[in-house]
């Protein structure tokens, strides 16, 4: 291994799997070939080496000559590691030396050097490789002191940790509104008629870390802001017009913890919210896993 060699993070290759591949310098002629059983991305060739871009994970390399024949299947030391570089350094063998076209009176010399290859290749320890994954969902949410329906979306992001953002809303409004009430509809030491007719509006966001347990379940959790507000209509008589329920309206932090399973490419999530511990809703969703 070249431990001080950047080339592979300055000029990343990437693969068919979109990952950066490993650098093998080889030093050797440019009459030279090769070929692993994991395919060679690319291949430079440079002055006096030979720069091969290998899948990560590659065990072996087969090197071929034109002269020297095949040396098939040579075992690294261990499986080479994305963004690392290595050395594979061939000598070739010596030509046969012939002497000929010499006076008779002088004897020909046949001589053969073979000189043996020394290659030299030095693997680091695999470090797990952790993909990053971004999870869309579509929530739908209940609960409340109202008991309302929200529509929603669940963003989250990351690899081994990461984070996650959830906004829901019944996507309504209360509007204006003359005064507020009790839990009865009581205001002012009385309590006025209504048509029975009411007005509500509910949204949440929350936002936090999350974590990946398997490779498949991820859970996480968090904190944002909440509100959900009740108003009932006044009876014609009363002069019409809308009091806020005091007791089914309530704004404040709200805290969320939820866990998500990935199957394939779908995304299925399931958390619970609460807002001061009071009010609390249930979610429920379905997506799209993008990455790894």
């Given amino acids: ?142 609960g409340g002191r109202n008991g309302n329906i929200l529509g929603g979306l669940l963003l989250m992001a990351m690899k081994r940790h990461g984070g996650f953002v959830h906004v829901a809303s019944d996507f309504s409004k209360i509007g204006p509104v003359r005064g507020e009430c009790g839990i009865t509809g009581e205001t002012a030491g009385s309590t006025p008629f209504y048509t029975g007719r009411t007005r509500s509006s509910s949204f949440m966001i929350n936002a936090g870390m999350a974590h990946r347990i398997t490779k498949n379940l991820s859970v996480y959790e968090g904190a944002g802001y909440s509100s959900s507000s009740l108003a009932w209509q006044l009876a014609p008589s009363e002069g019409g017009g809308y009091l806020k329920n005091s007791h089914y309206s309530l704004k404040g932090i709200s805290f969320e913890a939820g866990v998500s399973l990935v199957v394939g490419r779908i995304a299925i999530s399931s958390s619970v919210t609460t807002v001061k511990g009071k009010d609390w809703y249930g979610s429920v969703g379905a997506g799209i896993k993008f990455g790894k």
């Fill in 1 to 142: 291994m070249l431990p001080n060699d950047v080339s592979a993070f300055i000029n990343p290759v990437r693969d068919l799997n979109d990952e950066d591949c490993a650098l093998v310098k080889v030093i050797a002629s440019e009459d030279f070939a090769f070929s692993t059983p994991l395919g060679i991305v690319k291949r430079i060739d440079k002055t006096g080496e030979i720069w091969l871009y290998l899948p990560r994970g590659s065990k072996k390399i087969t090197i071929k000559h034109p002269t020297w024949g095949v040396l098939r299947d040579y075992a690294f030391p261990g499986k080479v590691v994305s963004h690392m570089a290595y050395e594979l350094r061939i000598e070739e063998p010596v030509a046969p030396i012939t002497m000929s076209n010499v006076p008779a009176e002088v004897k020909v010399v046949r001589d053969t050097l073979v000189l043996t290859r020394v290659d030299t290749l030095v693997v680091r320890p695999p470090v797990k490789y952790v993909p990053f994954n971004l999870e869309t969902v579509a929530t739908i949410s209940y």
